[in-house]
């Protein structure tokens, strides 16, 4: 597996990954050519024999915060790493930035992402309430939640 940056060719590959990834509510091409392309924007691409099989964006909130707004894994590809890899990717280059926390949002009943993402060190800081336009397993609701990267 490789990881690189975005570049603008990989917009519809992420469009349809995105598409397959999140079944409720993916980002269309143009948020995600937004977020991608965005001043404020840190991204990775995972390429397994060439073929884009996972992604993850953040962006930069002010000097020492981060949010990461959205990381995918094609289905076909899960269970092997990609995210785990993806994310402390991710973290690593926050920290050289000198970001100091990471965010991110995850619907409240998205158990299996919220299992991860307290596997890797995040912590719920705040309930929102309707976060979410479209219900997921019953919920717009999500959780906030944050990992410290520089103690």
Known sequence: MILRKYVSSDLQNIVDLEKKAFVVGPYDESMIREIMESRNSINLIALD????????????LDGSSSD???I????ESSRRGIGTTLLLA??????VMGVVK???EVRE???EAIRF???????TVQFLKNYYTEKFRGSR????MVKILIP
Do not use: F, T, W
């Not at 991710?90 to 920290?95: H, T, V």
């Not at 993402?117 to 912590?123: C, L, M, P």
């Open 68 to 70: 990461i707004e959205s």
């Open 72 to 75: 995918a894994v094609d289905p």
């Open 141 to 144: 609701n999500a959780y906030r």
């Open 117 to 123: 993402y307290i596997k890797h060190g995040y912590k």
């Open 49 to 60: 024999n060439g073929r884009i099989v996972g992604y993850i964006v953040a962006l930069l």
């Open 90 to 95: 991710m973290e690593e280059q926050l920290r």
């Open 109 to 111: 009943n998205n158990n």
């Open 102 to 104: 990471s965010y991110l």
